[in-house]
């Protein structure tokens, strides 16, 4: 089945207490991305990346970190996270033309509440 | 960039009625997409309509795009309780792959 998985589902965690939430997909997508979500505020993108290797800031990436070393796998970190972090997130993937207008469906993981106290 | 500006902010209906809601933007698009998201969880990617579509079905869905007047219209028939959701047609952003979201409609499905 295609999916996207994320883990932990529910996160509780202190103040500067790092972690990290992972996010794999099975669909040999090139696109991943994160996105927040925020009452009031919506869903907003973290960070992005094209491809392996090659990631990039979207509209809040302030204290977060990605990697991408392998195409499956698009792990969100947060180094000292803080109670504005307190947020639900979502890993989100899709095929990519690598540039171009157009954009393809994508899939969104079941998200990860995460508080930070 | 822009996004998608869900309307109506909510809607209530009974089993079985239609529901309607429609997406406006302001610029040119190549395409747009619906996606629900129920309490909570994930979003779910309905259909996409592309900019020399009019009209689209998938199941109980049907949407349309008129890019004269740069919107579209999401329409749900013989509704159930498990359509209660929220509804967004994010617009593509400034980046290749970045979706642009509103505050969506939240329409409730009532027995």
């Known amino acids: 089945e295609a999916q996207v998985t994320q883990n932990p589902r529910y996160l509780i965690t202190v103040t500067g207490k790092k972690l990290t939430v992972t996010c794999s997909q099975n669909?040999?997508?090139?696109?991943m991305s994160w996105y927040r979500q925020d009452p009031g505020l919506g869903l907003r993108q973290i960070y992005y990346?094209?491809?392996?290797?090659?990631?990039d800031k979207g509209d809040v990436p302030e204290g977060y970190k990605v990697s991408r070393k392998e195409k499956r796998n698009f792990p969100l970190i947060l180094e000292s996270p803080s109670p504005n972090q307190t947020s639900l997130y979502f890993c989100?993937?899709?095929?990519?033309?690598?540039?171009?207008?157009?954009?393809?469906?994508?899939?969104f993981g079941p998200g990860t509440r995460l508080t930070v106290t | 960039s822009q996004q998608g500006e869900e309307d109506p902010q909510a809607l209530s209906i009974q089993e079985g009625e239609n529901a309607t809601m429609n997406c406006s933007y302001k610029?040119?698009?190549?395409?747009l997409q619906w996606y629900r998201q129920n309490s909570g969880r994930g979003l779910v990617h309905l259909i996409l309509?592309?900019?020399?579509?009019r009209e689209k079905h998938s199941g109980r869905l049907r949407v349309t795009l008129d890019t004269s007047k740069k919107s579209s219209s999401l329409l749900i028939t013989a509704s159930r309780a498990a359509d209660t959701a929220s509804y967004f047609c994010?617009?593509?952003?400034?980046?290749?792959?970045?979706?642009?979201f509103g505050a969506g409609t939240q329409v409730v499905v009532t027995p």
């Open positions: 994010p617009l593509n952003g400034d980046s290749w792959g970045k979706l642009q």
């Open positions: 669909m040999n997508h090139e696109y």
């Open positions: 989100a993937s899709s095929l990519s033309t690598g540039g171009g207008t157009s954009s393809y469906e994508q899939y």
């Open positions: 990346s094209m491809n392996v290797e090659v990631t």
């Open positions: 309509i592309r900019s020399n579509e």
């Open positions: 610029t040119s698009i190549n395409n």
